[in-house]
């Protein structure tokens, strides 16, 4: 355990105390160390020690945090944030019909302003359910990363682009990656986004390829989302989307796979010799809303040693940004798939929540953990509502009976973005009734126009 400075010290930016800590051992293993306290200096933890030691070391700001749990800040690794404007519009529907119907000819109306807007009821969302750092691919990505800037959250944003847009699309998304890349004091990351492989060609994954392995950046796309996409792909072309990202010199890259549903055994090795940092989001709600029939294959890639993070996919297709609630369902729902109650158990999501996710976004040696030299990403979660109570095993107990409502703080980088549910930096009914007033123009379907066609 670190030593805390002498009283007469400079005061600490943030001590939270007297909080029940998680912690991870040398092994990654999940611990908890009560009545602790989290020392923060420069945006960054400087010591995890006890309450005791911090009681009379001086600080700007202190948060008694008795019966609350200190976490990492969770991290939503796939998602569409902009897309929180369109939650509910397209209902139980297939996913060829969800596309071609309803979500592509509505995004041929997107505006940056409607794009800020969704974006802010998005950030708002996600740190209020105790979400850190999203990694976003979309449209308009200067003005989500304004946002990001603006409200404090931490993020990793790719600018999305088809093949259908021409070359211009994926020049504009380099340049967009390069110029924000460690911009709002090192919070945003970028990467290059392709859609996905039924949606960009052949010879622009390679180019992206190229490009990413020129400007050391990482490459963020939908691959392998569902079995039918995979089915499509051997009929078509003989090659899985897996496959097709080896081809085209992908897997060589560093590549954050969204979904990842249809991986089936051949796509395996491919994944475990990758020459780059390869890992895959998991968004088990939409699987379940679109009834495909299979799910990510955590077990499988987690023996195969690819990092499996936890996410949301857009509020569009899950109607929630509760990165809480892919923490429960994923593991219900792998227990389900491989009929072994024993995995995933309650500490194992806690391990995908935090240091797998951290490493699926490329920020493993940042945050994922509170310890000293991490970045000062943290959430307080409040156990004492009567849905939480007896705690007989605390993992089970913030997996399984924990909500996103039950964060009480958040906290990115040491500034406190959320105190006792109250949002300190974004004004949440301005937005909603800017956006309620622009929802007639971009729902608008009339047009005939969509941005996209769905075929796989």
């Not at 008694?64 to 991290?75: D, K, S, T, W």
């Not at 490459?219 to 078509?236: F, G, K, M, P, Y």
């Not at 294959?297 to 990092?307: F, S």
């Amino acid at each position: 355990m670190r030593a805390v400075e002498p009283p007469n010290a400079t005061p600490a930016d943030l001590i939270v105390t007297g909080c029940t800590v998680l912690v991870h051992d040398d092994e990654e293993g999940i611990g908890f160390r009560d009545d602790a306290a989290i020392v923060v200096r420069d945006r960054v933890i400087d010591a995890v020690t006890t309450a005791a030691a911090a009681r009379d070391l001086p600080a700007v700001t202190r948060i008694e945090a008795r019966g609350q749990v200190a976490l990492p800040g969770l991290i939503n690794c796939h998602t569409h944030a902009p897309m929180a404007a369109l939650r509910g519009l397209a209902e139980d529907l297939p996913t060829e019909e969800w596309f071609n119907d309803v979500v592509w000819p509505v995004e041929s109306n997107l505006t940056e302003r409607d794009v800020e807007l969704g974006a802010r009821l998005a950030c708002a969302e996600m740190i209020r359910g105790g979400v850190t750092c999203f990694a976003d691919h979309y449209f308009h990505m200067d003005v989500v990363a304004a946002v990001v800037a603006e409200c404090g959250l931490r993020a990793h944003l790719g600018a999305t682009y088809f093949s259908s847009q021409g070359p211009e699309a994926r020049e504009a998304a380099l340049e967009f990656a390069l110029r924000r890349r460690g911009t709002a004091y090192g919070r945003i990351t970028t990467a290059l986004a392709p859609h996905a492989p039924y949606t960009v060609t052949d010879a622009d994954l390679a180019a992206t390829a190229e490009l990413a392995r020129a400007h050391d950046l990482p490459v963020h796309i939908h691959a392998a989302e569902n079995r039918d996409q995979t089915d499509t792909s051997l009929a078509r072309h003989g090659r899985t989307p897996i496959e097709v990202l080896d081809r085209t010199g992908l897997l060589d890259t560093d590549l954050l796979i969204a979904h990842g549903t249809g991986i089936v055994e051949r796509d395996l090795p491919l994944l475990a010799r990758t020459g780059g940092r390869t890992a895959v989001a998991t968004a088990p709600r939409g699987y379940l809303k679109f009834a495909w029939p299979t799910t990510t294959p955590v077990r499988a890639l987690r023996a195969a040693g690819v990092p499996v993070g936890l996410a949301t996919d857009g509020a569009a297709s899950n109607n929630s940004l509760d990165v809480w609630e892919a923490m429960a369902l994923t593991s219900l729902v792998q227990k389900s798939v491989e009929g072994d109650p024993r995995w995933l158990t309650s500490r194992q999501a806690l391990h995908h929540a935090t240091l797998q996710s951290a490493r699926a976004v490329g920020l493993g040696d940042r945050v994922g953990s509170l310890a000293p030299g991490r970045r000062a990403d943290l959430v307080l979660v409040d156990l004492t509502g009567p849905h939480t109570q007896p705690v007989h095993d605390l993992a089970a107990t913030l997996v399984h009976s924990a909500r996103a409502a039950d964060v009480r703080t958040t906290v990115v980088d040491g500034r406190v973005l959320m105190r006792d549910r109250e949002l300190l930096t974004l004004d949440v009914p301005a937005v909603v009734r800017e956006l309620t007033d622009r929802l007639p123009a971009l729902t608008a379907r009339h047009h005939g126009r969509r941005i996209q066609e769905y075929d796989t």
